[in-house]
């Protein structure tokens, strides 16, 4: 993991939490904030529009006197609505006021407030804010309300985002009139939608969570190819929440399946959050309860953000992630921190966790097989035989062996083409039939050698005393069970899959030492008559390695049958696209362009259009409203 963890942060994705590298190769739903994250969070603004009888020039101007000015400046809405109204000359006007107090945006009251003194001493308030929000608190909602849906709802079926502005004339801000909406456009990050395709391939579901509006959010994962049927708001998330409240909860029963997770929920509230693409309107806490929620019903959840109110989301994920240039909050509360612009990281870490996961599967596995075979044979030779080893091979043996195999660390593996996490029942199994597999072929070379004339009358060799022996079974030992990592790293046969240069110069290193060791013995060490160990000489050195052949080709056969069959593995022989083992960039991209043509197939012209700046075209109309549910934002 640790040095998975470095390779990551070559790829500008810092690892604050190690073991986070293992859950993300186990994650199976990755939830997403939007502003930011999905998008790139900059922002131009588009012509206002007004209501209530106020002009497009007097939103634009209220909406800057509203949002920070100077150096001070750091909100994406601010920089975007600022710069606005420098492109239309008013930037003389706008810092001819003063601003006496100023409230910054909150996640919770979702709007900001301006105490203004204009140059002839006259005090009022300013605010922007969500359109929703900033709807109930004027007082001439009631005139305006239908007319400002419409808005909201015409700029959302065009991909833009809007906050309302609104005036209090009064300094003690009791008397609120809303003057009108500006439309803002943030572009999805370019590599959005190839993420989340080579995700979706990679059995990841993407949910996408924002404090947006409904339209906003559909036509967002619209264009982004997320699915946009099944998007909830907060508020059905509550309804369905106090539901279950009343009836009591009931336990969700969840069986995975090499990560997939496979529902047999009896509670249609845990159901209502697995089956939908994503969800809007949210808070802070609403993100939390939808992470709690799916890790209740065992799933591995990953989060993404970039921002303060994104935070308790990150920090209760199994896998917080977040963005380039998020903020300190949500970088202290994630587990992994990306430092380059844009998500393709996430996937480029999806594959190298998983790799990571399956290197570490391959040893535990090699490492109890092993170990099993290691007691039951010494622990039999012992008992039954009244046969001893002595304790410097079995020193010897770790050296070699355990100490070589560290170059796993190292070797070429194949990634999961699904979610993966630890399976210990299979895992033990395996290991333990493979440890009895190898145990019983070492007992049976001992017995053929001890008690029969087999290899001296078939193949001339001399009869071995007992110290002799022990070179000869320290060969097949060391041999045969460092053989036994080419059959646990794959999840075929062994040959289908070569193994790193490295992981085989150190088990061919090791086993040349390892012979030369039983051929020539230790010159009688210890000579105390009962673990005296001799070499056995070239020949039966020979003998031990056709042995170490012989059984181990049936070795990749007992793998299958188990992983086939006993533990109903159908993904035995199914890897990622080769494109994705040697290049996984070029891989992305092509993944990319098979989504963007999928998504094209019977979608129709997109509806968004191009954002056009605001300057000479302050004034001008805009297009009459076509829907009438009311949308907003989370800004």
Known sequence: MARGASQLAKKEAIVRRLTAVEELAAMDILCSDKTGTLTLNKLTVDVPSAVGGATPEQVMFDAGLASKHGDAIDDAIDIAIINAIKEAGEEERLYAHTITRFKPFDPVGKRTEAYVTSPDGKQFRATKGAPQIILELSQNKAQIEKEVNAMINDFATRGYRCIGVGRAE??????????????????????????????????????MITGDQLAIAKETARTLGMGSEKIHTAQEFAAAEREEDARGRSEAGVKTHRGNTVSSHNNPFIQLIEDADGFAQVFPETKFEIVKRLQDAKHFVGMTGDGVNDAPALKRADVGIAVAGATDAARAAADIVL????????????????????????????????????????????????????????????????????????????????????????????????????????????????????????????????????????????????????????????????????????????????????????????????????GCGWGYALLAWIWVAIFFVPMDFIKIAITKYIFKNDLLHVTLPHRFKKNPNKAFRQTAKEGRNLKKEGKGKEAATAPTQIGSELAAPHPSPSMTEPIGINV
Request: proline share 5%.
């Open 170 to 207: 009064d300094a003690n801000g009791e008397h609120w009139i809303m003057s009108g909406l500006v439309p803002l456009f943030d572009p999805p990050r370019e590599d959005t939608a190839e993420t989340i395709a080579t995700a979706l391939k990679m059995g990841v579901r993407v949910k």
């Open 339 to 534: 430092m380059s612009p844009g998500l393709h990281v996430i996937i480029d870490a999806l594959i190298g966790s998983r790799k990571i996961f399956q290197r570490m599967k391959n040893y535990a596995t090699y490492s109890v097989s092993v170990t099993v075979r290691i007691v039951l044979t010494f622990g039999i030779l012992t008992i039954a035989f009244n046969f001893y080893f002595p304790t410097i091979i079995v020193v010897i043996i770790a050296i070699l062996n355990d100490g070589t195999i560290l170059t796993i660390s190292k070797d070429r593996v194949s990634p999961s083409p699904t979610p993966d996490q630890w399976k210990l029942p299979e895992i033990f199994f395996l290991a333990f039939v493979l440890g009895t597999w190898l145990m019983g072929a070492t007992i049976f070379l001992f017995c053929i050698a001890r008690f029969t004339n087999i290899f001296q009358d078939w193949f001339d060799l001399r009869t071995l005393a007992d110290p002799e022996l022990r070179g000869l079974l320290y060969i097949y030992i060391s041999v045969s069970g460092q053989a036994t990592i080419f059959v646990t790293r794959t999840r075929g046969f062994f040959f289908k899959d070569r193994p790193a240069n490295i992981l085989l110069f150190a088990f061919i290193l090791a086993q040349v030492i390892a012979t030369f060791i039983g051929v020539y013995g230790l010159r009688s060490y210890p000579d105390n008559g009962v673990q005296s160990f001799q």
